[in-house]
């Protein structure tokens, strides 16, 4: 007689992975300034995916497919590296686009990084996260990502020398973020954050 279905042995679950990233978030203040800016480029644009304000984010490190088991001890692991950091002032630093050598896929609003200052934060979680992701290899460029564009469309002339309100900010924390994908549209999920200088 076969076995009832209930009664079948069952192949354990796997826990789907998590897109996780560490980042700045910068303040209100900040956000509004690069609103102004771009405003006049959304509507020159308009063909381009324009991210909206509440994803703007100084990524420092994508950590990518994250098994959720390891999410605790990530947590824990960038609230130390966070804790034997000061808080430092950083601003926003005008428009540009990536790649530079070719058609731009990418917009954004420059974060000013001149004294390397979140460079050293991101060196420091990189160096605090080895043990489970890989190391970055390409030096960190702070920027908000504000929209993506098909490379087949030609950026108009200007949009690098649009005048930004160079807001100035103090980084006091890093956030822990899980990336939702699905629908056309991604979402962020704070899971954490971590304060500098507690150490």
């Known amino acids: 007689m076969a076995r009832a279905r209930a009664d079948r042995p069952t192949e354990p679950t796997r826990e789907r992975a998590l897109r996780l990233f560490v ?4 303040p209100e203040t900040a956000r509004e300034a690069v609103d ?3 405003a006049p480029w959304r509507r020159a644009i308009p063909e381009a995916r ?12 994508f950590l990518g497919a994250t098994p959720p088991g390891k999410v605790e001890r990530v947590t824990e692991l960038l609230a130390a590296a966070a804790a ?7 601003r926003l630093d005008g428009l ?3 790649p530079v050598d070719r058609p731009a896929r990418v917009l954004w609003a420059g974060i000013d ?31 908000l990502t504000v929209a993506r564009l098909d490379p087949a469309r030609r950026l108009p002339e200007g949009f690098g020398a649009t005048t930004v309100e160079p807001v100035a900010f103090t980084v006091d924390r890093v956030c822990l973020y899980r990336s939702h994908t699905g ?17």
Do not use: C, M, N, Q
């Open 36 to 38: 102004v800016a771009i």
């Open 183 to 199: 629908g056309g549209s991604t979402r962020y999920e704070l899971l954490s954050t971590a304060p500098l200088g507690t150490g």
């Open 96 to 98: 540009g686009a990536f």
């Open 113 to 143: 990084d001149r004294a390397g200052r979140l460079a050293g934060l991101a060196l420091a979680i990189d160096g605090v996260l080895l043990k489970f992701f890989e190391s970055e290899r390409r030096p960190l460029h702070p920027h």
């Open 50 to 61: 324009w991210v909206g304000r509440e994803g703007w984010h100084v990524t420092l490190k």
């Open 23 to 26: 980042a700045v978030d910068p």
């Open 84 to 90: 034997e950091l000061t808080p430092f002032a950083t």
